[in-house]
């Protein structure tokens, strides 16, 4: 069984996870659940089975609100509830995200807005609606994911690396803004996880070939892969950490 780090001060913590009942989002629930966090999360689908699993591990249940995160009311609603259910968001992790592959020409209005409601309108209001809460927290972490994607200028889905590019920008732009009030706002830029919609989708024996060659470390990365990052981000460890984009990706790209 893998262990993770302990932050002894995530126990208690407030937690929303947009997507975190499946992927990668599910593996940061399970995490921050271990660390005794109090965890919800909002969910196209239906998440009830992942639920009754938290349940039996964990011995509490994380509050799941189905819904789509493209829809601004039913996000900002469910992180409302969340606040009420859990107490002020402390903790905001924006992981929803598509990456589904299609080429310029194809692209119409339809699809553009589509692809940014989804890759970054939806991380700019969940992050703006838990910003009165931090505040009244007096602190908080919020951790966007992006991806390397657009740092290696990858061809095959131009919408999602210009989405990830301005999250970037996003996130240096509100850690400059409310930093005053004590709020972190950071990116995590994974490389290519082998999430299950990864393998049922994108993933070919030539592909991962070739981008396990781009790698230093020549393992594949899996959702459980990324528990610590967040968890970092996500704790006092990090205080001073804010504006900054944390890549993992197996030495894929290099920063600095």
Known sequence: MTKFATFHDLEG????????????????????????????FIG????????????EKH?????FVQGDITDTDVLTAAIEKSADTNGPITCLVNNAANDKRHTTEEVDSEFFDWMMAINLKAYFFACQAVVPQMKKA???SIINFSSISYMMGNAGYPLYTAANSGINGMTRSLAREFGPDKIRVNALAPGWVLTQKQKDLWVTPEGLENHLSRQCLKDTLDPDDMINGVLFLASNTSKMMTGQALVIDGGVVVTG
């Open 59 to 63: 011995g509490v249940a994380p509050l």
């Open 138 to 140: 007096g602190f908080g």
């Open 13 to 40: 913590a407030s937690v929303f996870i947009t997507g975190g009942g499946s992927g990668i989002g599910a593996s940061l629930t399970d995490g921050f659940m271990a660390q005794g966090a109090k965890v919800a």
């Open 44 to 55: 196209r689908s239906d998440a009830s089975e992942f639920v009754e699993e938290m349940t």
